[in-house]
Nanobody
Framework: QVHLEESGGGLVQPGASLKLSCAAS????????IGWFRQAPGKEREGVSC????????FYADSVKGRFTISRDNARQTLYLQMNSLEPDDTAVYYC???????????????????WGKGTLVTVSS
C-alpha cells in the first residue's frame, strides 16, 4: 500500500529557507515518478518540482527555478524539497505525490499523479 507523509512545513518570514521531507513506503521508490505540488488558497493545485519515472529529471516550475531544489535519498525512501528565498506567493499546502509512470516534464502535471500525501502547510509572512 502506497503511503506518503510530508513534514517540515511552518511559518517563516520572506527570504527565509525551509526544507520539506516526504517519507515514502509501499512502492518501488527508485522506479516511480515522484514530486512536490502545492495548492494556495483559492487556487488550483500546481506542480513545483519532480522526478520522472526511473529517476529522470529533475524538473521545476518556472516560479521556483533557482530558489527550490528537489532531491531524493533512495536508501531512506525519502524525497526532499529545499526552499530558499521564500516569498509570500509560496504560501500553500505542499503535497508529495507519486505514480509508477511519469514521462519527462509531465511529472509536473497534478492530473498524472495517482497517490498523494496529506500535505504540509507552508506560510510565508512577515
Amino acid at each position: 500500500q502506497v503511503h506518503l507523509e510530508e513534514s517540515g512545513g511552518g511559518l517563516v518570514q520572506p527570504g527565509a529557507s525551509l526544507k520539506l521531507s516526504c517519507a515514502a513506503s509501499g512502492f518501488t521508490f527508485d522506479f516511480y515518478g515522484i514530486g512536490w505540488f502545492r495548492q494556495a488558497p483559492g487556487k488550483e493545485r500546481e506542480g513545483v518540482s519532480c522526478f520522472s519515472s526511473l529517476g529522470g529529471g529533475p524538473f521545476y516550475a518556472d516560479s521556483v527555478k533557482g530558489r527550490f531544489t528537489i532531491s531524493r535519498d533512495n536508501a531512506r525512501q525519502t524525497l526532499y524539497l529545499q526552499m530558499n528565498s521564500l516569498e509570500p506567493d509560496d504560501t500553500a499546502v505542499y503535497y508529495c505525490a507519486t505514480n509508477p509512470v511519469l514521462y519527462g516534464r509531465n511529472c509536473l502535471e497534478p492530473g498524472g499523479l495517482e497517490y498523494w500525501g496529506k500535505g504540509t502547510l507552508v506560510t510565508v509572512s512577515s
